[in-house]
């Protein structure tokens, strides 16, 4: 959803509020004055001067007033475009630092060559003596791990959001409130929440408004473009967030082991598995800790669907379950989970043309799912 203009709305309706009315009324009265009176004594016409004279001075205020109009206008012209200059200049927080490891050895990376404005970072170089880099570029961190974009858009042209049926956009928005409930029931000061693969869906931006300013957010995706796009439309509703955003083509970030307090799956699994035949909690699983948690969406066919049998069809190397109900499960248990929590929102026979592999007619199903660790398995041993 897109955020409402930031300039008072008192503003803009002053710019179109001219007293149209009024002046007809006035009008009409002048006219039938003189129908009646065709100013043929002295008191007709200095009446009727009269009324010209106080239609002059109204003409004149209503002049000033679309005066001072234009004048808010070309002030209200300059303060957005001040603003969009400043949004554009904001950099990788310095305190990511902390966070940037070489996804390789496990190491701190080093930062050179670096352009520091206000607490952040918007150019720089970042190295590893194992021969790793990464660069900053406008404030997003390009790593080693990118490749060509396996999507010929992003979620934000108007191609795909036309290609998503309203019924499928609807399912998606009953998981991700899911997903914000369960998010908004914990204490999120300095934790770190990761949403990858949002080239194609991204959950977290909607309610990053509501969740605060006091997470640090990662988001990864494969395209620069893609990544500044969403840059600015997180820091234009959500100014003081901490973000850092990747451009990573896959799960090999250059992040801290055991950094990731909340991971975010927007379908990033169900893209993962038509790509890979590795589960991706094998590449998440060091980034991870004792209360780590993973919370999303995933799609996914009946067996024996027509739909399971085109994906294997049309991806060269596809995960032998991708998009069956037993590849979440089986990437789960590679972690050892202590509560594996899913709801199954709905289904749809019609999620949209984007969805190529889907056969006609056929359901696609949506579950909303969490994960957890520790945390959970004590506090089921409270309750109990």
């Known amino acids: 959803m897109e955020p409402s203009p930031r300039f008072p709305t008192d503003h803009c309706s002053s710019v179109i509020s001219f007293p149209l009315r009024a002046r007809r009324a006035k009008y009409h009265k002048i006219l039938s004055y003189k129908r009646i009176t065709h100013f043929r004594e002295e008191r007709d016409i200095h009446y009727f001067v009269n009324l010209l004279t106080e239609k002059k001075a109204k003409l004149a205020q209503e002049q000033n007033q679309i005066a001072h109009t234009i004048q808010r206008i070309d002030e209200l012209i300059e303060e957005t475009s001040k603003s969009q200059v400043q949004e554009a200049m904001k950099g990788m927080p310095l305190s990511f630092m902390s966070y940037l490891y070489c996804p390789c050895c496990r190491v701190p990376l080093k930062m050179t060559d670096a352009s ?3 607490s952040s970072v918007y150019e720089g170089k970042l190295t590893c003596p194992c021969g ?3 660069e900053l570029f406008e404030g997003i961190l390009i790593t080693e791990n990118v490749t060509t974009s396996p999507y010929h858009s992003c979620i934000y042209d108007e191609e795909i959001i036309a290609e998503w049926s309203p019924n499928f956009i609807s ?5 991700c409130l899911s997903m914000y409930k369960e998010l908004s029931k914990h204490d999120l000061k300095n934790k770190l929440i990761v949403e990858t693969n949002v080239d194609i ?3 977290l931006t909607k309610y990053m408004p509501l969740l605060g300013e006091e997470p640090n957010y990662v988001f990864c995706g494969h395209s ?24 990573n083509s896959d799960l090999h970030m250059p992040l801290r082991t055991q950094s990731i307090d909340y991971f975010i799956d927007s379908f990033s699994f169900n893209q993962f598995s038509l790509l890979n035949k590795r589960l991706p909690c094998e590449i998440l699983a060091p980034y991870l800790h004792g209360e780590s948690k993973i919370m999303g969406t995933y799609m996914f066919f009946s067996p024996a669907s027509k739909s399971l049998r085109k994906i294997k069809e049309m991806y060269p190397d596809p995960h032998p379950k991708a998009y069956a109900l037993g590849y979440l499960e089986e990437n789960m248990d590679g972690l050892d989970a202590k509560r594996f929590q ?6 749809t026979d019609n999620p949209g043309s984007y969805f190529i592999y889907h056969e006609e007619h056929e359901l696609a199903h949506l579950y909303a799912y969490q994960y957890a660790f520790k945390e959970a398995k004590l506090t089921q041993e409270q309750d109990s």
Do not use: D, W
């Not at 399912?171 to 998981?175: A, F, R």
């Open 116 to 118: 520091i404005q206000q």
């Open 201 to 203: 869906f991204v959950s």
């Open 224 to 247: 620069l473009e893609m990544m500044k796009r969403l840059k600015k439309r997180v820091e234009y509703s959500c100014p003081n967030a901490t973000v850092l955003y990747m451009v």
């Open 342 to 347: 899913k709801e199954h929102v709905g289904q």
């Open 132 to 134: 790793y880099q990464a």
């Open 171 to 175: 399912l998606t928005e009953k998981s």
